[in-house]
């Protein structure tokens, strides 16, 4: 079932729960990787860390595995903790658990942030440098930026109290969580809203409230980080359970 709002805004598709939820965004995940590397040889997807992605991962590791055109594609983080790779908190843990070392990505395309550096600061400007070797000096424009939200409207590691949340040139920031581990990186809304597409998974009934208020444009992006997120020249779909789905 899909809701169309007004033209500029967000595209919300309300499945019948997390699994359903996953399975149409691991069918929008390959049509967007077939056609990107159809056009132009190469797909760029960014993970979302947290807990809700772990089923989307596994439907691309199996149903959909020989899908996605893997050698075409390089796979970035939109945020991570400032812990080791291998790390029970680690995004990128999670990723290469359920997802990557289960199909046949080129070692070097995939760009976890890199958390072995000496600290946040010097992560985030060495990850920003990679980002501009890769996307020619430019501001990058991700193919598919995947998102989820946590239930006081954050997404990727911009918080409501967060600095990176007000960053208008850094492409990658450091972060503070309200919980442990607090310290992050994130990528900013200057690179998120310059997506292609953007995918938000959302999940669970206390993420009902922040779900209507980022679905909202009204809201202010201290209240709702997510409801920031609007690529200037790129689409925006939500995809929630009933559970989450506004009443
Ligand atoms: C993270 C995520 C974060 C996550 C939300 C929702 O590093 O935690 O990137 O933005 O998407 O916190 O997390 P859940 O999916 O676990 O509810």
Known sequence: MVHHMSPAEPVLHICADLEEASLEVARKTVELAQTAVATSGQFSIVLSGGNTPRRLHEILATDYRDAVPWADTHVFWGDERWVPHDHPDSNFRMADETLLRHVPIPTGQVHPMPTQLDDPEVAADAYQTQLAELFEGKLPRFDLILLGMGSDGHTASLFPTSAALVEATAWVMPSEAPSEPRQRLTLTLPVLNNAAYVVFLI?????????????????????????????????????????????
Request: hydrophobic share 40%; net charge negative; proline share 9%.
């Open 203 to 247: 999940s669970g009934s206390d993420k009902r409230t922040p779900m209507a208020m980022a679905l909202d444009s009204a809201t202010d992006s201290v209240t709702c980080p997510a409801a920031a997120v609007r690529p200037h020249s790129g689409q925006l779909h939500f995809y929630v359970d009933q559970a989450a789905s506004p009443a």
